[in-house]
C-alpha cells in the first residue's frame, strides 16, 4: 500500500495537510505527527493551526497547492501550544491581509 500524498482533499472543500518529524534523543525517539486543515468556502479560506517554524517549507508547499491560487483569509488557531501555533509568524508574513 502507497502512503497517502498530502495536500489530501478529505471532504468536499476540506484538505488535510501534514507533515511528520522525528523527535527526542537516541535513547527515547519518538514521531511527531501535524495536521492542519484548510477549508475553501466559496468566499473564504480557512486554515486551523500553523504547525512547527521547521515545517514549513513542506507545509507552505501543501497550502499553496490546496488554496489554488487564491489567499489564505483567516488562520484559526486551536491553542498556543508549539506544534498549533510556532509557524504564526511565517503565515502571517506569507498573507500579511490574512486576519
Given at each position: 500500500m502507497n502512503a497517502p500524498t498530502f495536500p489530501r482533499e478529505v471532504a468536499?472543500?476540506?484538505f488535510w495537510i501534514n507533515q511528520c518529524m522525528g523527535a527526542g534523543d537516541a535513547d527515547t525517539p519518538f514521531h511527531l505527527?501535524?495536521?492542519l486543515f484548510l477549508?475553501?468556502?466559496d468566499n473564504a479560506t480557512m486554515?486551523?493551526?500553523t504547525s512547527m517554524q521547521a515545517?514549513?517549507?513542506s507545509i507552505e508547499?501543501?497550502?499553496d497547492e490546496a488554496l489554488g491560487g487564491?489567499?489564505?483569509d483567516y488562520l484559526f488557531v486551536t491553542h498556543p501550544e508549539l506544534p498549533h501555533s510556532a509557524a504564526l509568524p511565517l503565515?502571517?508574513?506569507k498573507f500579511p491581509d490574512m486576519q
Open positions: 468536499d472543500k476540506i505527527h501535524l495536521s477549508l475553501k468556502g486554515l486551523v493551526d515545517l514549513w517549507p508547499k501543501q497550502l487564491r489567499p489564505l503565515h502571517l508574513e
